[in-house]
């Protein structure tokens, strides 16, 4: 599935919901889904910075693609990494690096954030960006 689809997808999962409130919690539930990252990568290197939280990600190119584990010890910023991780996982790399993140507005998500906690869905998604600019420089 494209990132556009996957993107496409979560926009109308969260068109199901009335009210921020159970938006909120469906976003708990996906952390919850999260593919927990090993414990031998929650060092420091692999913490986002710009995260109040604590959100350690890394990243393994499978092929031509990116597979990505996280773990966050914030409960929210743990399903904000799980949507992207199910955006981003197993894309190839130039796909993640060309891709828009539009998607995050038309959630309401960026509005319905702290400013902290807004600057660090910013910095998460940089990150995943720069793991794709990473290998996509090994691809060529």
């Known amino acids: 599935m494209s990132i556009k689809e996957i993107q496409e997808e979560i926009i109308d999962e969260f068109s ?9 919690q469906y ?29 350690w990600v890394h990243a393994d190119l499978e092929g ?9 010890d914030a409960i929210i910023t743990k399903g904000i ?4 991780l199910r955006v981003f996982t197993n894309q ?9 993140t539009n998607f995050i507005d038309e959630i309401g998500l960026k509005e319905h954030l702290s400013p902290t906690r807004a600057n660090g869905l910013v910095s ?3 990150q995943l960006k720069l793991y794709a600019i990473a290998y996509q420089t090994q691809l060529n």
């Open 16 to 24: 199901m919901f009335d009210d921020w409130e159970e938006r909120y």
């Open 27 to 55: 976003m708990i539930d996906l952390g919850k889904s999260l593919p927990l990252i090993k414990e031998e990568f929650k060092v420091d290197e692999n913490l986002i910075k710009g995260c109040q939280s604590k959100v």
């Open 64 to 72: 031509d693609a990116i597979a990505f584990t996280a773990d966050s």
């Open 81 to 84: 990494i799980a949507i992207l």
């Open 92 to 100: 190839k790399p130039q796909d993640i690096i060309d891709a828009d």
């Open 124 to 126: 998460m998604i940089k």
